[in-house]
C-alpha cells in the first residue's frame, strides 16, 4: 500500500516517471542493474537484504544511481550507515509523502537530504561528539604562537618569512615548530599541514 502511494505521488510528477518496482531488497539490486534508473527510493527494512547493504551493492554496480533511503526511525547508526553506503537521501516514512518529491529533486541536483528531525538528530550527535570545553585539541593544547606557527607552516611558509613576519628570530621559529609536533604527536610538515586543515587552523583555499 504504501509503495503504491508512493508511486502515485511521484506521477503526478510530469518529468518523473517510475520504470520499476521490486518488493525485496534482492530484487531492488537486480532490478537497478537492469533498468539503470536515475534515482531508487527503497526501504531500509526490506526483506532478504536489508537498505544499507542493497546501496552498497546498487551503487557497486551503478555510481551514478541516486538512492533515497525510507525509514520509520531517525536513528542515528541507521542514518550514518545508510550514508556511509553511499544513500544522497534519508526520508522518514512518516513524513514520505510531504517530502519525497523534495528529496528526489535535491538528489538530481548533485545534493543530500535529509528529513528535518533527522537532521536535528545529526547537529545533536554532532554537539554531543566534541569535547566538553567546546577546543578543538589544537586549541586546547597549542599556545597563540604555535597556532600563529602552525598556519605559517601549513601555508607553505618558510623558517625565515615566519620569523620575519611574526618579528622574531629563526631560532625561534625552530623551537615553535618543534614543540608543535611534540605536543601533537606529528613528525612531518605533510602531515602538520592534514592536521591545520581538519583542524580549522587553515583550509585548503589558501
Known sequence: M???????????????????????????V????????????MDLAMPGLNGIEAARR?????????????????DQNLVSEMLKAGASAYV????????????IHEVMQGRT??????????????VRSQPQSG??????????????VLQALSEGATTKEMADSLGVSVKTIETHRRNIMQKLGIHSI?????????EG???VDN
Open 2 to 28: 504504501v509503495r503504491e502511494g508512493l508511486k502515485a505521488l511521484i506521477e503526478k510528477e510530469p518529468a518523473l516517471e517510475v520504470v520499476g518496482e521490486a518488493g525485496d531488497g534482492t530484487q531492488t
Open 30 to 41: 537486480e532490478l537497478a542493474g537492469r533498468l539503470a534508473p536515475h534515482v531508487v527510493v
Open 58 to 74: 546498487i551503487l557497486q554496480q551503478s555510481p551514478h544511481v541516486k538512492i533515497i533511503g525510507l525509514s520509520a526511525h531517525p
Open 92 to 103: 522518514l516514512k512518516q513524513t514520505a509523502y510531504e517530502e519525497l518529491l523534495r528529496a
Open 113 to 126: 537530504y535529509l528529513s528535518p528531525e533527522v537532521t536535528r538528530g545529526v547537529v545533536d550527535t554532532f
Open 135 to 148: 577546543e578543538n585539541p589544537a586549541f586546547a593544547v597549542l599556545t597563540d604562537r604555535e597556532r600563529e
Open 190 to 198: 605533510a602531515e602538520l599541514t592534514k592536521y591545520a586543515i581538519r
Open 201 to 203: 587552523i587553515t583550509s
